[in-house]
C-alpha cells in the first residue's frame, strides 16, 4: 500500500512537480488573481521570468499584457459563479511572441476546510489552426469564386457555340438552294442535316444540370422532343418516343448516344415515310442491365423484305460505326415490311420493349 505524503512539504513538491509536467501553460492563482505557481510551459511560451510573475497580480505581468478585457471579466465576473469555463477564446496581441489565439480553461477549487479559493487556468495555443481554418475559409471561397467564373465561361461558350452552329447550318442551307447541281444539293443538305443533329446534341447537354453525368432518360426525351419540333413537317406528321430506363451516364456517352439517336431518327424522318403514312412513328428505346445497355431506333416506314446486318456505306453509316465502336458497342440492322430497326448494345440483351409498329 502507497503510504500518503508525509508532510505539506511533499505535497507541495509534488503539485509543483505536477504542474511543470503540463505541456501547456498552467497557471494557479489565488482568489485575488494573484501568481501562486506557474508551469514551466508558461515561462517558455510566453517568455517571461519567475521572478516577475510569482506573486503578482495577473494582469500586472508584462506591463499589462494579461490585461485583456474579456479575460479579465471572464475571471472576475464569471469564475466566482462557476466552478468551471472550458475553451474560452482569447486573442491578444503579446509583445514579445506576437498575435496569438489561446484557448483558456480554468477551474476553481474550494478547499473544505478553508474559505478560500484556488484558481487552475490552463491556456491551449490554437493559433496556427486557426490560421490554418481561415485559409481554408478563404480558398473555400476562392474556389467557389472561380467556379462561378468558369460557369459563366462555360456557359458564354456554349451559347458561342450553339450560335455558329446555327449559322452555319443557315449558310449550308443557304447553298444548297443556291446551287445547279442536285448532286451538290444533296450533299449540301446532308451537311445542312448533321448540323443540326450536332446543336440538337450540345443543346441538349446544355439544359442538363449535371456536366459530368447526365441522366440519361431525360436526356433522350429532351433530345427527340427538340428533333421532332425540327425535322417534322406539319405535311407528313411523324410521332417520335421515347421509352428509357433511368440511370446516368458520362456526359462522353451521352454525346455519342445523343449523335447516333439524331443521326438514326433524321433518317427514320426522311427516308421511311416516303409517301407519308397515317400513325407514323419512330421510337427510341433506351434500356440497361446492371453495366450493360442497349439502345434501339425503330420505325413502322416501308422498311424492306430483307433482314441486314450492316448498315450501309453511307456517311450517316459510317458516323454511327465510328461512335459505336468508341462506346465498344455492337451494330445490328433488321429491315422488314414492317419496318425498319437499329440496334446498338454492349451485350445480348433481351428487349422488353417492343418495336415501332
Known sequence: MIDPLRNLDEAQVLALAIVNTIPEPFLILDERFCVLAASRSFYETFKVAPEHTQARLLFNLGDGQWNIPALRNLLETVIPDRIAIADFEVEHDFPDIGPRIMLLNARKVVYQD????????????????????????ALLVRTEELLGQNQILFEEMQHRVANSLQIIASILLAKARAVVSEETRGHLRDAHRRVLSVAAVQQCLHTEEGIDQIEVKTYLAKLCAGLGSSVVGESNPIHIEVVSDSGMIASSTAVSLGLIVTELVINATKYAFPSGKTGARVLVTYERDAAEWQLTVSDNGIGGTENKRALGSGLGTTIIEALAKQLEATVNVSSSRLGRSTSLTTATITSRIPRAA
Open 114 to 137: 478553508s474559505s478560500k479559493t484556488t484558481i487552475l487556468v490552463a491556456f491551449r495555443d490554437v493559433t496556427d489552426a486557426r490560421t490554418i481554418e481561415r485559409e481554408k475559409a
